[in-house]
């Protein structure tokens, strides 16, 4: 069942395009020498062409381009190997030229594709637009002094990629998908580093909605949405707003919107009157940027496994499930941990104990894959004593915990807590017939026909035990007493 | 002889033969600058005292031995070019207090070959102008005088009159300029004296302060086409740091001016004519062809259809540049600032305050042209009646090596003079602007004199990158000129 908005006029179907700012990981700007570390102090990392002094002029940077190029091979594009760069003219105290260099009629990158997974298992594909390299503006900063305006602009000229998608996608949950998708490519490739909370990853939401079967409605534009929550958020309150506009009898009108998390809702930003004429034309500054095919092969062939190729190979080669490959490989660090312990062992055992005891871990401890506490071979042999029934299932759970909290090696856990597992069936037999003895009544309910007090002397068994009693051998011991 | 009527070539000559020192040379040239710059008002910044340090190293470098092409000559620099320590006005209010923190390429390359830089020259304002008078720093005289009129005082042309003016004037031996439309061809005819545009990308425009960035090119001025051709030879050369510098080898320029024109095909294209332009220029232009011919040059009639759409395509294209390029001139980060109450007051009143009537009109113009609505109709079109005009050269030059033209419609014109009409003003740059919209090298070279005795140039028109062929021609009309009337306003006289 698709999604869909329930009205006093009956369901709406909501349609929905983002447009995705990606800061490009490069050393340098995109047309100047600037460094571009996030936290820097304010105006450290600025050029006079970043400044826009007089007589500075842009020259491209070359990795800015090949990280455009990578990301349009990830996404199934279409590469333009001839592109223009033009101006986007407007006033600003963070502009400092008055315009923005950017590629409004020919993009380096054209349509594309990417597959996104739902929660219920089903893929879609949605449409890329196209995707195309601009200069980032420097930082107002309002909030410094109380009448003055401060300018940061150390941002000013960061390569910028501006991925549009195609309106296809159809519900919050959707748009989160994408989102999540896209940031898993980018950052398999190493061309965005992602982080929607430092502002290097933003999405504008184009949001329209309409009655099933018809063509689309006039579309109004959620700026400067900075996490994949708060996108889901603003589809939501949008469209329930245009539902009520139209169904209170009036027309939603274009305009860009911003979205307030604090109240749930958007509100308006300015109308499609006061909309800039941002007077484009091409930047007589820089040449034509003309790409080599062999150059672009060249990076083709370098492009690193990425999640869908990763995921249709994690299912053929260990035989994991649909939804337990996409959940390994969203992130390359993921993937490679959960390759690292997988490798020469039980796969799906690897799978479960991945996703599960070790992101649990991991969330518990407010930690990531990469800084995890248990690294991806420790995680390896604890696996390995539990395949050679050093330690039981119960046990390694245990071990796996010291692990966590003191980073120790599994063997040497289990040696110096004792915890390897009792495989002597005679002492096994010694607490079966104590167990048994000091629990008649339960043994006659038993053989009465209760037969699922079993798993009630078998936990006894392993209680007298402390749990290192072989599972297997102790099942075993009280089966043949008991029959 | 004096020291300030040397050509730059007799210059090292004399350098090196230890005549004179770089000292004296730029000590003659700063002692006519105070006597006649608050008359001619050429520079709008002098810098004696860095001149006099610049031609103490020259001179330690000669007593060393060290000579680089232009060790200890002294120049003047258009006030385009940023300067580092220098003040840089672009001719302009809203620059007054801009002391550049870099050197631009183009001034760069001349210091490392041995320059001397005597100050800043007048300019109109942000190169938009073709009489000097748009310059907020006052307008430039040009040095000569009418006959028997002792009274008109004449525009050197523009833009880069303050260069033309310094260097007719003796006041530098040659001088920095630019040429977006004609700004050093006109006023090189208007003053007497050679100026090159060479081909857009010959030279670096990296720290020179942008007008119109698809059309702007650095050249020289200077009294001799064989001392442009040594200047050039400095100047130009690939930048990195510019996107659209030519990667292209610089060739031995002044050898050029050596070359024969025998066997040169010669164009003459018919448009270069216009409604009541004066019987001297067409005469001095019959004059011209003469001239070649006799030295051995074929001379071939071509047409250049578009030539009529130049000057319309041009006064697009140049202000949508220009409306862009002048946008960072916000009152932000350099320049004045003329504060308001908020933000956009702050902008308006900066920028209307810090520039002058002529830069509003034309960013203004640029504006326009680029607005939602009226850009196809405009820039675009013009964009391709730009390719037009540039087709026209690139077919003309199947079958000539040059061409040859008159630089300017008239000879220079009294303050005053066509002020009051800025599309007459902008007819000035009817016959430059064409070559400028194609990118192609042209030079204006000295040839006669008017009936009031005042100067005409003849231009000389090359293919791309064909500077070579622009100085041969140029020098042989030169030479078969013989031009020895000299401005009335002159260091010496």
Excluded at chain 1, 296 to 303: F, N, R, S
Excluded at chain 2, 273 to 280: N, T
Aim: glycine content about 10%; charged content about 25%; some cysteine.
């Amino acid at each position: 069942m698709s999604y869909a908005l329930e009205g006093s006029t009956g369901t709406w179907e909501i349609v929905v395009g983002l447009e995705v700012h990606a800061q490009v990981i490069s050393k340098a700007k995109l047309f100047s020498g600037a460094a571009t570390d996030f936290g820097a102090p304010p105006n450290s990392q600025v050029s006079f062409v970043d400044a826009a002094f007089p007589g500075m002029l842009p020259v491209i940077n070359r990795e800015c381009v090949a990280q455009a190029v990578r990301t349009g091979l990830g996404l199934n594009a279409r590469i333009n190997l001839v592109s223009r760069f033009d101006r986007k003219n407007y006033f600003y105290a963070d502009l400092p030229a008055g315009y923005q260099i950017s590629q409004y009629q020919y993009p380096i990158v054209g349509e594309g594709r990417i597959e996104i997974e739902l929660a219920d298992g089903s893929t879609r594909e949605i449409g890329i637009t196209r995707l195309h390299l601009e200069q980032d503006a420097g930082k107002s900063l309002h909030d410094q002094h109380p009448t003055k305006s401060y300018i940061d602009l150390n941002r000013s000229g960061v390569a910028l990629m501006e991925i549009v998608s195609e309106p296809d996608i159809r519900s919050p949950e959707e748009a989160g998908a994408y989102l999540r998708k896209l940031r898993s490519i980018v950052r398999y490739l190493g061309t965005c580093d992602g982080n929607m909370d430092e502002g290097s990853m933003r999405a504008d939401v184009n949001v329209s909605v309409r009655k099933h079967g018809e063509p689309y409605r006039t579309r109004c534009e959620v700026k400067n949405v900075n996490s994949i929550r708060f996108v889901m958020q603003a589809i939501e309150a949008e469209a329930k707003r245009q539902i009520e506009v139209w169904e209170g009898g009036s027309t939603v009108e274009q305009e860009t919107r911003l979205f307030d998390h604090a109240r749930g809702t958007t509100r308006s930003m300015r109308s499609k009157e006061d909309a800039h004429d941002y007077r484009y034309f091409p930047d007589p500054d820089l040449l034509p940027l003309v790409l080599d095919e062999a150059w672009v092969t060249g990076l083709k062939a370098k492009l690193p496994e990425l999640p869908d190729a990763k995921k249709a190979r994690f299912m053929r080669d260990f035989g994991l499930a649909a939804y337990d490959a996409s959940v390994l490989v969203a992130e390359q660090a993921t993937a490679d941990f959960y390759e690292t312990v997988a490798k020469g062992r039980d796969a799906k055992i690897a799978a479960n104990w991945v996703m599960g005891d070790l992101f649990a871990a991991l969330n518990r401890e407010g930690r990531t894959i990469a800084d995890s506490p248990v690294s991806a071979a420790s995680l390896g042999k604890l696996l390995d004593l539990l395949a050679d029934n050093t330690i039981s299932g119960r046990i390694a759970k245990d071990v796996f915990e010291t692990m966590v909290e003191m980073g120790e090696d599994p063997a040497a856990i289990v040696e110096a807590k004792g915890l390897r597992q009792v495989t002597d069936t005679g002492a096994i037999d010694v607490a079966v017939a104590q167990v048994l003895a000091a629990n008649a009544d339960k043994v006659a309910e038993y053989k009465a026909g209760r037969e699922k007090l079993f798993g009630f002397f078998v936990g006894q068994v392993m209680k007298a035990m402390a749990g290192k009693g072989n599972p297997a051998l102790v099942n075993e011991a009280l089966k043949r007493k008991l029959s | 002889m004096s020291l300030t009527d040397l050509t730059i070539a007799a210059a090292r000559r004399g350098l090196r033969g230890r005549e004179f020192t770089s000292r004296e040379l730029t000590e003659a040239h700063l002692a006519a600058i105070e006597a006649l710059n608050p008359r001619l008002n050429a520079f709008i910044t002098v810098t004696g005292e860095r001149a006099l340090a610049q031609a103490g190293i020259a001179d330690a470098a000669i007593a060393r031995g060290e000579f680089a092409p232009l060790t200890g000559i002294p120049l003047a620099i258009k006030d385009l070019f940023c300067t580092e320590g220098v003040r840089t006005t672009a001719g302009s209010r809203i620059l007054s207090p801009f002391v550049p923190p870099y050197e631009s390429t183009v001034s760069a390359n001349l210091l490392r070959d041995g320059a001397v830089f005597l100050g800043k020259a007048n300019m109109d304002e942000f190169a938009m102008g073709s009489s000097n008078m748009t310059s907020a720093y006052g307008p430039v005289e040009n040095p000569w005088k009418r006959r028997q009129d002792n009274e008109a005082v004449l525009v050197p042309g523009g833009s880069s009159g303050g260069s033309a003016s310094a260097v007719a004037a003796r006041l530098a031996m040659g001088a920095t300029g630019t040429d977006t439309g004609g700004s050093i061809r006109q006023p090189a005819s208007f003053c007497g004296i050679a100026g090159i545009k060479p081909t857009y990308g010959r030279c670096s425009r990296w720290g020179v302060v942008a007008f119109a960035s698809s059309l702007d090119q650095p050249g020289p001025f200077a009294r001799t086409v064989e001392d442009c051709a040594i200047l050039l030879g400095s100047m130009a050369g690939h930048d990195p740091k510019d996107s659209t510098s030519a990667d292209v080898p610089v060739p031995d320029f002044a050898a050029a001016c050596r070359r024969e024109v025998k066997g040169l095909r010669i164009g003459v294209p018919r448009e270069y004519r216009l409604d009541g332009m004066p019987d001297d220029i067409e005469r001095l232009w019959q004059q011209g062809i003469a001239w070649l011919r006799d030295a051995g040059a074929e001379v071939i009639d071509v047409s250049l259809p578009h030539t009529k759409y130049g000057l319309t395509t041009y006064y697009i294209v140049a202000p949508a540049e220009c409306s862009s390029n002048l946008a960072r001139y916000d009152g932000v980060r350099f320049g004045m600032r003329e504060n308001g109450v908020d933000l956009r007051d702050l902008y308006e009143r900066t920028r209307a305050a810090g520039f002058g009537a002529e830069v509003r009109r034309r960013v203004l113009i640029g504006t326009y042209v680029l607005s939602a609505g009226y850009y196809d109709a405009y820039y675009v079109r013009a964009q391709k009646v730009r390719a037009l005009i540039l087709r026209d050269f690139t077919e003309a030059f199947a079958k000539v090596d040059a061409l040859l033209a008159p630089t300017a419609p008239s000879a220079a014109f009294a303050q005053g003079e066509n002020m009051d009409d800025p599309i007459k003003m902008y007819l000035n740059d009817a016959f430059t602007i064409p070559g400028s919209m194609a990118g192609v090298p042209g030079m204006s070279v000295p040839a006669g004199l008017d009936v009031n005795g005042l100067p005409l140039g003849l231009q000389v028109i090359g293919k791309p990158f064909d500077e070579e062929t622009v100085f041969a021609v140029s020098a042989a009309i030169e030479r078969a000129a013989g031009i020895t009337a000299l401005p009335q306003v002159r260091a010496g006289a």
